[in-house]
């Protein structure tokens, strides 16, 4: 193995696929690092691929005793471990060797409160702490991930040459990093882009299940539709990689793979997370809330076949979907309800943000997260510029519906979105994204709701009392006995 210098400027302990990406990235950027992982394989796997992408400056080291005194003082280590139980052994561990003022950044998929639990734990032994969300796969690891690191802002300071170099940069609007905010905020920022993540997703699926069931398309077509949506204002990493995954044969028999993926999505918690959140703090979620019951169904794949032969067999079959469609406009209508079910997604992600930002006085930048999710992140697209911009023109914009230019780009769009759903259900394709959206979006715009109607019915069996629209003050009614003495 080779003789690091004296000393290395960082360390990174867990060298998993995300991990090794993210020390060669480093170590290109011209930080020499040292790496560190419990099966020491790892390590000199790492090592290896150092000298094949370039002789990087990657030492490994195979205990944690030497990887420590191997960094530079201050020491800053970043973890890439399995969130939960693995983080808190990884700490254990490095922290027996380290000395005060010494940083540990976690930078895994972590619940907020974990981060916040660890970095009082950690403080108190006279070390600095950092939980930072990392999006943006393998690749971006690799190449220039979105970073969002959250906590000791003295800790920030350390590293904030590396990872304004390692982070993706975009020529208009800088490196895709910045420092959060105190707490775990960092940690529930990253939790919120991949509840918009699942959003995201599940809308593009909903987009590609009307044209293919309603429209016919066939993935050559597919991959040309996606492929021009994502020249226009849909431009995003995840349309782009959805033109992509049409475009792929199958290497295993005939036709193209998509075809032979099982209809069964998988997850990893932080989209539910994010749903949790946001019925603790009463922000309305519904797009991301559908997207992460989609994934539930899919899951139930023996139950919808049974299902789907029940149905058949009681005549409801195939004719829902035969349907005669215009082609060219159909395509130009999911188009325009797809990006207008996107905005709101992003409404609910960024309000739920804010929400939790005041309860916790992290005084959060809408506009700023907006921006570093630009480059290197899954969710990166052109309309985080947009964004970034009605933040920016009204930092207390109270939802992106009412900034001027979204709200003129949704009216546009309005009728489009109508005739999918429309269109969706006549033809019994679910929608629940871009459904959940557009109620979402009624919901909001209607100075009156049927609540007062909800809200009679709590005070009648339950005397929760209500207020009045042309008075003042809180008032119960004895509705039961109004009602039984007209009964009479």
Same mark, same amino acid.
């Given at each position: 193995m080779a003789k690091p210098p004296q000393h290395t400027r960082i360390g990174l302990a867990g060298l998993a696929v995300m991990g090794q990406n993210l020390a060669l990235n480093i170590a290109e950027k011209g930080f020499p690092i040292s790496v560190y992982n419990r099966t020491t394989s790892k390590v000199d796997e790492t090592v290896e691929r150092a000298k094949l992408e370039g002789n990087l400056p990657v030492y490994g080291f195979h205990?944690? %005793?030497?990887?420590?005194?191997?960094?530079?003082?201050?020491?800053?280590?970043?973890?890439?471990?399995?969130?939960?139980?693995?983080?808190?052994?990884?700490?254990?561990?490095?922290?027996?060797?380290?000395?005060?003022?010494?940083?540990?950044?976690?930078?895994?998929?972590?619940?907020? %409160?974990?981060?916040?639990?660890?970095?009082?734990?950690?403080?108190?032994?006279?070390?600095?702490?950092?939980?930072?969300?990392?999006?943006?796969?393998? %690749?971006?690891?690799?190449?220039?991930?979105?970073?969002?690191?959250?906590?000791?802002?003295?800790?920030?300071?350390?590293?904030?040459?590396?990872?304004?170099?390692?982070?993706?940069?975009?020529?208009?609007?800088?490196?895709?990093?910045?420092?959060?905010?105190?707490?775990?905020?960092?940690?529930?920022v990253k939790m919120v882009h991949n509840g918009i993540e699942y959003g995201d997703m599940q809308l593009i699926s909903e987009a590609y299940d009307v044209l293919k069931s309603v429209g016919k398309l066939s993935n050559e077509e597919l991959k040309h539709v996606f492929s021009e949506w994502n020249k226009g204002e849909l431009l995003s990493f995840l349309v782009e990689i959805t033109a992509d995954i049409f475009g792929i044969k199958d290497d295993k028999g005939d036709g193209h793979l998509v075809d032979k993926v099982l209809d069964k999505t998988g997850m990893k918690g932080t989209g539910k997370w994010t749903i949790q959140q946001a019925a603790d703090l009463s922000v309305a979620a519904p797009t991301i809330a559908a997207s992460l019951d989609s994934r539930f169904l899919s899951g139930l794949k023996e139950e919808r076949v049974k299902a789907s032969k029940v149905f058949q067999a009681g005549g409801l079959g195939d004719v829902l979907v035969n349907q005669e469609v215009d082609k060219a406009k159909l395509i130009d209508d999911v188009r325009r309800a797809l990006y207008a079910s996107k905005i709101c997604s992003y409404a609910q992600g960024m309000n739920l943000i804010r929400a939790k930002s005041i309860e916790k006085g992290w005084d959060l930048q809408l506009g700023e997260l907006a921006r570093i999710w630009k480059g290197g992140c899954i969710i990166r697209a052109i309309f985080l510029d947009r964004i970034k911009q009605a933040y920016d023109r009204n930092p207390d914009l109270a939802n992106l519906l009412v900034d001027p230019e979204f709200a003129k780009e949704i009216i546009e769009r309005q009728s489009a979105w109508r005739r999918v759903v429309c269109l969706a259900i006549n033809s019994g394709i679910s929608v629940p994204g871009m459904s959940s959206s557009l109620a979402y979006f009624d919901t909001y715009r209607r100075e009156s709701v049927p609540a007062n109607l909800v809200q009679a019915q709590r005070d009648y069996f339950g005397a929760h009392t209500y207020e009045r629209v042309d008075m003042e003050g809180s008032f119960h009614t004895e509705w039961f006995k109004i009602a039984k003495q007209s009964k009479i």
């Open positions: 205990d944690p %005793e030497s990887f420590v005194k191997s960094i530079q003082k201050p020491r800053v280590i970043i973890m890439l471990v399995k969130a939960g139980a693995p983080v808190d052994q990884t700490i254990k561990t490095l922290s027996t060797y380290l000395e005060k003022g010494d940083c540990i950044i976690d930078g895994g998929n972590e619940w907020y %409160e974990n981060t916040e639990r660890r970095e009082k734990a950690v403080t108190e032994s006279g070390l600095l702490y950092l939980g930072m969300g990392v999006s943006g796969g393998e %690749e971006g690891a690799r190449n220039g991930p979105s970073l969002m690191p959250g906590g000791s802002f003295e800790a920030y300071k350390y590293i904030e040459d590396i990872l304004l170099k390692v982070a993706a940069q975009i020529p208009d609007s800088g490196p895709c990093v910045t420092y959060i905010g105190k707490g775990g905020s960092g940690n529930f």
